[in-house]
Protein backbone atom coordinates (compact mmCIF):
# COMPACT_ATOMS: atom_id res chain seq x y z
CA UNK A 1 0.00 0.00 0.00
CA UNK A 2 1.06 3.25 -0.70
CA UNK A 3 1.73 5.70 1.74
CA UNK A 4 0.99 9.60 1.17
CA UNK A 5 3.01 12.16 3.17
CA UNK A 6 3.11 15.85 2.77
CA UNK A 7 6.18 18.41 3.23
CA UNK A 8 6.15 22.14 2.78
CA UNK A 9 8.97 23.96 0.51
CA UNK A 10 11.24 23.48 -2.64
CA UNK A 11 10.76 20.35 -4.72
CA UNK A 12 14.08 20.31 -5.44
CA UNK A 13 15.60 20.41 -2.35
CA UNK A 14 13.59 17.01 -1.81
CA UNK A 15 15.41 13.37 -1.66
CA UNK A 16 13.59 10.74 -3.20
CA UNK A 17 13.54 8.05 -5.84
CA UNK A 18 11.36 10.54 -8.69
CA UNK A 19 10.75 13.84 -8.43
CA UNK A 20 8.32 14.95 -10.58
CA UNK A 21 8.17 17.88 -13.14
CA UNK A 22 4.87 20.16 -13.56
CA UNK A 23 6.61 20.74 -17.26
CA UNK A 24 5.18 22.34 -20.67
CA UNK A 25 4.55 20.18 -23.75
CA UNK A 26 8.23 21.08 -24.72
CA UNK A 27 10.34 19.16 -22.08
CA UNK A 28 12.79 22.22 -22.65
CA UNK A 29 12.05 23.76 -19.30
CA UNK A 30 10.11 26.92 -18.56
CA UNK A 31 8.87 28.87 -15.73
CA UNK A 32 8.03 27.66 -11.88
CA UNK A 33 8.67 24.45 -10.86
CA UNK A 34 9.68 23.20 -14.20
CA UNK A 35 12.26 25.89 -14.23
CA UNK A 36 13.72 24.93 -11.06
CA UNK A 37 14.21 21.19 -11.82
CA UNK A 38 15.91 22.34 -14.96
CA UNK A 39 18.13 25.02 -13.26
CA UNK A 40 18.83 22.70 -10.61
CA UNK A 41 19.11 19.04 -12.43
CA UNK A 42 21.98 21.15 -14.53
CA UNK A 43 22.42 20.08 -18.23
CA UNK A 44 21.93 16.08 -18.02
CA UNK A 45 17.87 17.00 -17.51
CA UNK A 46 17.59 19.59 -20.95
CA UNK A 47 20.02 17.06 -22.74
CA UNK A 48 17.68 13.97 -22.05
CA UNK A 49 14.62 15.97 -22.79
CA UNK A 50 16.23 17.21 -26.12
CA UNK A 51 17.14 13.78 -27.35
CA UNK A 52 13.19 12.63 -26.54
CA UNK A 53 12.50 15.41 -28.77
CA UNK A 54 14.21 14.78 -31.67
CA UNK A 55 13.09 10.72 -30.96
CA UNK A 56 9.85 9.49 -29.37
CA UNK A 57 8.38 13.20 -28.75
CA UNK A 58 8.84 15.62 -32.30
CA UNK A 59 5.42 17.27 -30.96
CA UNK A 60 6.22 17.45 -27.78
CA UNK A 61 4.72 15.59 -25.02
CA UNK A 62 0.38 15.58 -24.56
CA UNK A 63 -1.35 16.68 -21.76
CA UNK A 64 -1.62 13.85 -19.20
CA UNK A 65 1.26 11.64 -19.73
CA UNK A 66 4.85 11.38 -18.87
CA UNK A 67 8.19 10.54 -19.56
CA UNK A 68 11.44 9.70 -17.23
CA UNK A 69 15.21 11.12 -17.73
CA UNK A 70 17.64 11.86 -15.67
CA UNK A 71 17.77 13.62 -12.22
CA UNK A 72 21.22 15.38 -13.38
CA UNK A 73 22.05 17.24 -10.02
CA UNK A 74 19.08 16.87 -8.07
CA UNK A 75 18.99 14.57 -5.04
CA UNK A 76 17.24 11.75 -6.91
CA UNK A 77 17.52 9.13 -9.64
CA UNK A 78 14.93 10.25 -12.32
CA UNK A 79 12.64 13.32 -13.35
CA UNK A 80 9.25 12.25 -13.98
CA UNK A 81 8.05 14.97 -16.27
CA UNK A 82 4.35 15.12 -17.07
CA UNK A 83 2.03 17.75 -18.80
CA UNK A 84 -0.62 19.07 -16.56
CA UNK A 85 -3.97 20.38 -18.06
CA UNK A 86 -4.70 23.91 -18.11
CA UNK A 87 -7.59 25.02 -16.16
CA UNK A 88 -10.99 25.69 -17.67
CA UNK A 89 -14.14 26.73 -15.77
CA UNK A 90 -16.20 25.44 -19.35
CA UNK A 91 -14.39 22.49 -19.56
CA UNK A 92 -14.05 19.65 -17.07
CA UNK A 93 -10.61 18.89 -17.91
CA UNK A 94 -9.89 16.82 -14.29
CA UNK A 95 -9.51 13.24 -16.14
CA UNK A 96 -6.17 14.97 -17.72
CA UNK A 97 -4.93 16.45 -14.28
CA UNK A 98 -5.29 12.71 -12.57
CA UNK A 99 -4.23 10.66 -15.50
CA UNK A 100 -0.99 12.90 -14.54
CA UNK A 101 -0.51 11.16 -11.62
CA UNK A 102 -1.78 7.74 -12.97
CA UNK A 103 1.14 8.25 -15.41
CA UNK A 104 3.64 9.32 -13.34
CA UNK A 105 3.38 6.42 -10.98
CA UNK A 106 3.25 3.97 -13.91
CA UNK A 107 6.57 5.36 -14.96
CA UNK A 108 7.57 5.31 -11.50
CA UNK A 109 6.78 1.51 -11.49
CA UNK A 110 8.20 0.97 -15.03
CA UNK A 111 11.71 2.41 -13.48
CA UNK A 112 11.50 0.49 -9.77
CA UNK A 113 11.16 3.83 -8.04
CA UNK A 114 9.66 3.31 -4.07
CA UNK A 115 9.69 6.96 -3.39
CA UNK A 116 8.10 9.81 -5.81
CA UNK A 117 7.88 13.71 -4.93
CA UNK A 118 4.84 15.45 -6.57
CA UNK A 119 4.19 19.27 -6.97
CA UNK A 120 0.87 20.33 -7.00
CA UNK A 121 0.81 19.97 -10.73
CA UNK A 122 -1.32 22.57 -12.61
CA UNK A 123 -2.07 24.78 -9.40
CA UNK A 124 0.65 26.99 -10.70
CA UNK A 125 0.54 29.12 -13.98
CA UNK A 126 -2.04 27.05 -15.62
CA UNK A 127 -4.13 27.85 -12.93
CA UNK A 128 -6.19 25.36 -11.37
CA UNK A 129 -8.07 25.82 -8.12
CA UNK A 130 -5.86 24.29 -5.28
CA UNK A 131 -8.13 22.67 -3.41
CA UNK A 132 -9.89 20.82 -6.33
CA UNK A 133 -6.19 20.44 -7.44
CA UNK A 134 -5.47 18.78 -4.14
CA UNK A 135 -9.05 16.37 -4.27
CA UNK A 136 -8.05 15.42 -8.09
CA UNK A 137 -3.76 14.63 -7.45
CA UNK A 138 -5.18 12.69 -3.60
CA UNK A 139 -7.53 10.63 -5.33
CA UNK A 140 -6.03 9.70 -8.43
CA UNK A 141 -2.74 8.68 -5.99
CA UNK A 142 -5.03 6.67 -3.94
CA UNK A 143 -7.02 4.98 -6.90
CA UNK A 144 -3.27 4.12 -8.37
CA UNK A 145 -2.63 0.02 -9.02
CA UNK A 146 1.29 1.02 -8.32
CA UNK A 147 4.68 -0.11 -6.24
CA UNK A 148 5.07 3.19 -5.22
CA UNK A 149 5.68 2.96 -1.43
CA UNK A 150 5.69 6.13 -0.69
CA UNK A 151 4.39 9.56 -2.46
CA UNK A 152 5.16 13.17 -1.35
CA UNK A 153 3.58 16.00 -1.72
CA UNK A 154 5.86 18.47 -1.68
CA UNK A 155 4.27 21.92 -1.31
CA UNK A 156 5.45 25.19 -2.32
CA UNK A 157 3.81 27.12 0.32
CA UNK A 158 2.06 26.69 3.79
CA UNK A 159 -1.38 27.44 2.10
CA UNK A 160 -0.40 24.75 -0.33
CA UNK A 161 0.30 22.43 2.51
CA UNK A 162 -2.69 22.87 5.15
CA UNK A 163 -5.09 22.42 1.33
CA UNK A 164 -3.52 18.90 0.55
CA UNK A 165 -3.28 18.25 4.29
CA UNK A 166 -7.06 18.40 4.91
CA UNK A 167 -7.15 15.98 1.64
CA UNK A 168 -4.89 13.50 2.89
CA UNK A 169 -6.18 13.00 6.27
Excluded at 9 to 33: K, Y
Aim: proline share 2%.
Amino acid sequence: MTTLTLAQGDITRERADAIVNAANSSLLGGGGVDGAIHRRGGPEVLQECRRLRASRYGKGLATGQAVATTAGRLDARWVIHTVGPVFSATEDRSHLLASCHREALRVADTLGARTVAFPAISTGVYGWPLEDAARVAVEAVRAADTAVEEVRFVLFDARAHEVFAARVG
